[in-house]
């Protein structure tokens, strides 16, 4: 595992609004298991090792950080992986899919309709009758031991800050983010997709299940998703390639991207008090940039 360094950002709006801004790194973590994915393998390895399974099975779009991440932990850490994709088979396959196959994944494809039950006891018995003897990890790769890992991202932070900002999916990173920060300092969880308000539900669940707590210091700010889960404008990616121009630092439109571009917006408007610092988490996910370059023509990296 390599480090995952924090990095200050020089910028004129954050001068002129006496506001400090620090990225941490965690796209550096790993070159293919990266930023929060890593986070949320790490005790899943383990355990799986552990239990002495020999198969990790997951869940994905054709697309996913997460399936991609797996793949290439299993050949790493000497798992079989079996890759459950949702939606029809396209060939060739995407640059995700492509590397996931490289890494010696298998695929399966299930329709969109039966990926709905993916976490239904019936179908996971179903797919235990029909793979074997598996260690599950669901989709987004978000359980306890990756709500475990994530609590790695904020002990790792040695700085002293007021604001600690992170992307969102499935909630699992930022419950580990608040479970990790036990009640100190503010969190902000940016959704990536529409209407994410439910996700305040799932981080409370996640975080009261794994540390019996239920902390109030942190918030989801719900109004960055730019119409939905990868969705993108072209402000967006204008941003995203200022943002690179400007601080040598790649983002990904699905995640990342959002996040900054909704934090340098409250910047803007004032948001965080003069002489605030906040730490950003740069979760990685930027394997994806080259499957967005071929669905959507546009130039990402
Ligand atoms: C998966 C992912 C997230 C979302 O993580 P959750 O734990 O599901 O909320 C954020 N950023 C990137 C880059 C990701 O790949």
Same mark, same amino acid.
């Given at each position: 595992?390599?480090?995952?360094? *924090? ?5 004129? @709006? =954050?001068?002129? #609004? &006496?506001?400090?801004?620090? +990225?941490?790194?965690? /796209? $550096? ?107 599950? *990890? ?5 359980? @306890? =031991?990756?709500? #475990? &890992?994530?609590?790695?991202? +904020?002990?790792?932070? /040695? $700085? ?142």
């Amino acid at each position: 595992m390599e480090e995952a360094p *924090l990095q200050k950002l020089e910028d004129e @709006l =954050l001068q002129e #609004k &006496g506001v400090e801004l620090w +990225v941490k790194r965690e /796209d $550096l973590l790993h070159p293919h298991i990266s930023g929060n994915k890593w986070r949320k393998l790490k005790y899943n390895l383990q355990e799986a090792k552990r239990q002495g399974h020999h198969t990790l099975l997951t869940f994905g779009g054709a697309y996913s950080n997460h399936i991609s991440a797996t793949a290439a932990a299993g050949k790493e850490y000497g798992f079989k992986t079996i890759g459950i994709i949702r939606g029809e088979e396209h060939l060739p396959l995407n640059p995700t899919l492509l590397f996931a196959t490289s890494c010696g994944m298998q695929l399966h494809y299930i329709s969109r309709e039966k990926y709905k039950s993916k976490a239904e006891p019936d179908f996971l018995e179903e797919l235990q009758q029909q793979f074997g003897n598996l260690y599950l *990890l669901p989709e987004g790769g978000t359980n @306890l =031991l990756a709500v #475990k &890992g994530c609590t790695e991202i +904020v002990q790792d932070i /040695d $700085l002293k800050y007021d604001y600690l900002c992170c992307a969102m999916g499935t909630g699992g990173t930022l419950a580990g983010i608040v479970a990790g920060l036990a009640g100190e300092r503010q969190v902000l969880g940016f959704p990536a997709l529409k209407g994410g308000e439910f996700l305040r539900r799932e981080v409370e669940e996640l975080v009261q299940a794994y540390s019996g707590h239920a902390y109030s210091n942190w918030q989801l700010i719900t109004d960055y998703h730019f119409g939905g889960y990868a969705k993108v404008k072209p402000e967006l990616l204008a941003f995203m390639e200022e943002f690179k121009q400007k601080h040598h630092i790649p983002l990904e439109p699905i995640y990342t991207g959002k996040m900054m571009y909704g934090l340098f917006d409250l910047i803007g408007q004032g948001y965080f008090a003069r002489g605030s610092r906040v730490v950003a988490v740069h979760t990685g996910g930027l394997q994806g940039n080259a499957g967005f370059k071929e669905r959507l023509g546009v130039q990402i990296l």
